[in-house]
């Protein structure tokens, strides 16, 4: 039996891929089994509930680029040119275990967060469609692909919200960034 983790807005892309698959919400309804596939959820599914299951994957709106938070916030700061989803096997550690697959998007410059966030949402849903098969026999290998080198916290973020003694260019360059998270920003600087 494969269960997988997601939120009610996935279920039409889930049962067209894997049709028979139990649909779950939260770490309460993982009991275990053969195969736990996380898609689209930003539950941390702990150490305990994983051994639970033969083997566990995670799909995620994000390029192995930008792992952990607010991956679409990232990539709107380093401006990106390609985004898209990741697939791995999932570990104690998030998003640590091997990468099973990708796939990505050429994105054009002067993309918003809202506009990464979007090609995360449409990327996952191929690739889930693409893998999930494979994923439920047990028959994906890590693609040898490796996850970039900063995992990136809330706190990653909340640092990057003081924007005194910094350029203006710098400044503005956050305020596209961040958008969404104003409230947090500790230096009143005039609207650009």
């Known amino acids: 039996m494969v269960t997988v983790l997601s939120k009610p807005k996935h279920r039409a892309v889930i049962h067209a891929a894997l049709p028979s698959a139990q649909l779950v919400e939260g770490i309460k309804d993982l009991t275990g089994g053969e195969c736990l596939i996380a898609y689209g959820t930003g539950v ?5 509930v994983l051994a639970r299951y033969k083997r566990a994957y995670n799909l ?3 390029s192995p680029s930008f792992p952990g938070r607010d991956p679409h916030h990232w990539a ?3 401006g990106a040119t390609q985004f898209g989803a990741t697939a791995h096997v999932m570990t104690a550690l998030v998003d640590d275990g091997p990468i099973v697959g990708t796939l ?16 995360g949402e449409r990327t996952i849903a191929k690739l889930f469609a693409d893998l999930a098969p494979a994923m439920a026999r047990g028959e ?12 990136r916290a809330r706190s990653h973020m909340l640092a990057m919200f003081d924007f005194a003694g910094l ?6 360059r956050r305020r ?3 958008k969404g ?12």
């Open 104 to 119: 990505l998007e050429d994105v054009p410059a002067g993309a918003t967060p809202d506009d990464y966030r979007a090609v």
């Open 176 to 178: 596209r960034a961040f």
């Open 44 to 48: 941390i599914v702990p150490p305990d």
């Open 167 to 172: 350029p203006p260019d710098e400044v503005q």
């Open 181 to 192: 998270f104003e409230a947090h920003f500790k230096t009143a600087q005039p609207a650009l």
């Open 140 to 151: 994906l290998a890590p693609t040898g692909m490796q996850w970039g080198p900063i995992k």
């Open 76 to 78: 709107a700061y380093e």
């Open 60 to 62: 995620h709106g994000a």
